[in-house]
């Protein structure tokens, strides 16, 4: 599976954003997603993850309660709803694809930048 990132931005705090990942091929709905981020100088943490039904869905402590994760199965889209945004949530966001059968996260998108403003 093929995935891109988009709807990155610019946004001050307190301010939304809505990252979407676009996913190419037919076998989408065999994969769970997940949405990860990179700050400078920092390593590369999850966000929020989805199961393949999108029935589950787990997110990071920093993130609980102001990111929703959601999937489209039938649109091959997997988005991550960013409200409340803080300075602290600037990063590169990178959307992530887990085939059900693997232990770990196999394909990447190519990253969108999120820069939350004070």
């Known amino acids: 599976v093929q995935l891109q990132a988009s709807g990155g931005g610019l946004v001050q705090a307190g301010g939304s954003l809505r990252l979407s990942c676009a996913a190419s091929g037919r076998t989408f709905s065999t994969y769970d997603m997940g949405w990860f981020r990179q700050a400078p100088g920092k390593e590369r943490e999850v966000v929020a993850r989805?199961?393949?039904?999108?029935?589950?869905?787990d997110y990071a402590d920093s993130v609980k309660g102001r990111f929703t994760i959601s999937r489209d199965n039938a649109k091959n889209t997997a988005d991550l709803q960013m409200n409340s945004l803080k300075p602290e949530d600037t990063a590169v966001y990178y959307c992530?694809?887990?085939?059900?059968?693997?232990?770990?996260?196999?394909?990447w998108g190519q990253g969108t930048q999120v820069t939350v403003s004070s």
């Open positions: 992530a694809g887990r085939h059900i059968t693997s232990t770990k996260f196999d394909y």
């Open positions: 989805i199961n393949w039904s999108g029935s589950s869905t």
